[in-house]
């Protein structure tokens, strides 16, 4: 086994550094979430009653995707409570060059 060095340490942390400054935040709706679950819809059914695309919903669900004022109203609506409750954001760290990284609002 080879010793690791002092300068290889000090880099290895310079790196580790840099990593972690390359995190984005994003939102998500832990609300939405609990509230999905709660009431035992499923994703599909969900999707299909609000008019969109399971996968799409899949990505509002998980922050991905930030969803317009009337898709949150619709959502709402479906799941039979408040807007303003369901889309409560939490926001949390993802690495840069995660696939996760970008979030976009629609309608």
């Given at each position: 086994?080879?010793?690791?060095?002092?300068?290889?340490?000090e880099?290895?942390?310079?790196?580790?550094?840099?990593?972690?400054?390359?995190e984005k935040?994003?939102?998500?709706?832990?609300n939405?979430?609990?509230?999905?679950?709660?009431?035992?819809?499923?994703?599909?059914?969900?999707?299909?009653?609000?008019?969109i695309?399971?996968?799409?919903?899949?990505?509002?669900?998980?922050?991905?995707?930030?969803?317009?004022?009337?898709?949150r109203?619709?959502?709402?609506?479906?799941?039979?409570?408040?807007?303003e409750w369901?889309f409560?954001?939490?926001?949390?760290?993802?690495?840069?060059?995660?696939a996760?990284?970008?979030?976009?609002?629609?309608?």
């Open positions: 086994m080879t010793p690791i060095t002092k300068a290889q340490l880099t290895e942390d310079v790196n580790h550094s840099a990593n972690r400054g390359a935040e994003r939102c998500i709706y832990p939405l979430k609990l509230r999905v679950y709660t009431t035992g819809m499923r994703q599909n059914r969900l999707a299909k009653l609000v008019g695309d399971e996968a799409y919903l899949s990505r509002i669900i998980n922050g991905v995707r930030v969803p317009g004022k009337q898709m109203l619709q959502i709402a609506q479906v799941l039979g409570c408040d807007a369901l409560e954001q939490a926001r949390v760290q993802v690495p840069a060059n995660s996760l990284e970008n979030t976009t609002e629609v309608g």
